[in-house]
Each structure stands twice: as C-alpha cells, then as structure tokens.
Antibody, heavy 121, light 110 residues
C-alpha cells in the first residue's frame, strides 16, 4: 500500500535552516509529481511546493519562494524540502503528498502523516 | 495566491444532506476543472474525497459528490453520518503550476 513518511522536523531558531525528507513506498515514486503542503497549528492547509515526476519542473507558493527548495531522488524514493531563512510564520506541520499524475497540474492524492516544524528562539 | 473562501462551519443531523461551498475566482476555480476536496479528522492527515471537480476515488462513499458553477465549487454529503464530522478543505489549480486551498470548513453532525 502507498506509504509516505516525513522526517526532519524539529525546533529551529529564526533565520536557520532545516531539511525535511519524505520516504515513499508502495507505488512507483518516479512516475508521480509530489507536493509539500503545510498546516500551522490550529489553521488551514497551505500549499507550499510541487515537483514533477522527473524533477524537471518545480514551483513554489509566493510565501516561500526564494527560501525553500523542493527536490527529489528517484533512486532513493525520497522527496526533500530544504527550508532556509526560517521565520516564525513557517512553523507548521509539513505534509508531503503524492500527486494523481506526473505533472505539476496534478492535485494531491495520498498524504503522509506530517512532520512538525517549530521556529522559536 | 489568495485562499479560496469556504464557510467556517456547517452542521446537520444524521441522515440529512449538507453542502459546503468553495468560492474562488476566474483565475482558479472558474478556469479549471481541477478542484479537489479533502477530509481531515483531528490529528490526522487529509484524505481526498473528490478530485477533478466531481470524481470519487475508489473506496470513498457515494454519499460524497462534487460540482461546480462558475467560480464556486461545492461538496455535498448526503445521508450524514457521525463519522463524517471533520474539517473539509477544497483545493484548486491556480495556473502556472500553483495550487490554492480554501480556509477549511468544520462539519458538525448534530
């Protein structure tokens, strides 16, 4: 069955960096686009970024553009999110989600359980 | 990338039907047939209930249905059950490979 397991969350000071990982199994990872979506405590979902199946295309929400980088290693079935210059407003549970298809116009399908990022001095 | 507009809360009694609206603009909901709906129980990951406006994934009850008119998409749940109580989020393609979510709607089954 499809499984997505996020890791790498934790407490980080403002201005510092963190890298999240999402290990995928149960499907052909290299055939699907992947999303990152976040949810601040008690708040709604916010789309963060998407990467096409082969890593050729990637797009970001304006709120993270220039600070976050999405990447993937299809040989390791793993998605990443490098987060730099973290701000208090970046604190959230970060979910990775498999897309329905391979391109960047494919919506989220199956979601992982998320990893919590806390930004605090 | 402004969030789509959803009612903060809706409620209904068991067996009744409810509809949750999701209002966007001509740049997102109105331009694409790419609205998805997600159910989220407290402390859990979201689960897709509807995709591409009205398609139901396998395993999702046919009590859930989706539609769209102009810039507004809707999720209807018929025959409400206690287990339907959750937060519901719409999501739309917004062009240029970006996506936008609604603010979420808390469904209470009375």
């Amino acid at each position: 069955q499809v499984q997505l397991v996020e890791s790498g969350g934790g407490v980080v000071q403002p201005g510092r960096s963190l890298r999240l990982s999402c290990a995928a199994s149960g499907f052909t990872f290299s055939s699907y686009a992947m999303h990152w979506v976040r949810q601040a405590p008690g708040k709604g979902l916010e789309w963060v970024a998407i990467m096409a199946y082969d890593g050729s295309d990637k797009y970001y929400a304006d709120s993270v553009k220039g600070r976050f980088t999405i990447s993937r290693d299809n040989s390791k079935n793993t998605l990443y999110l490098q987060m730099n210059s973290l701000r208090a407003e970046d604190a959230a549970v970060y979910y990775c989600a498999k897309a329905y298809c391979s391109g960047t116009s494919c919506p989220p399908d199956f979601w992982g359980q998320g990893t919590l990022v806390t930004v605090s001095s | 990338q402004s969030a789509l507009t959803q009612p903060a809360s809706v409620s209904g009694s068991p067996g009744q039907s409810i509809t949750i609206s999701c209002t966007g603009t001509s740049s997102d909901v109105g331009s694409y047939n790419l609205v998805s709906w997600y159910q989220q129980h407290p402390g859990k990951a979201p689960k897709v209930m509807i995709y591409e406006g009205s398609k139901r994934p396998s395993g999702v009850s046919n009590r859930f249905s989706g539609s769209k008119s102009g810039n507004t998409a809707s999720l209807t749940i018929s025959g409400l059950q206690a287990e339907d109580e959750a937060d519901y989020y719409c999501c739309s393609y917004a062009g240029s490979s970006t996506w936008v979510f609604g603010g979420g709607t808390k469904l209470t089954v009375l």
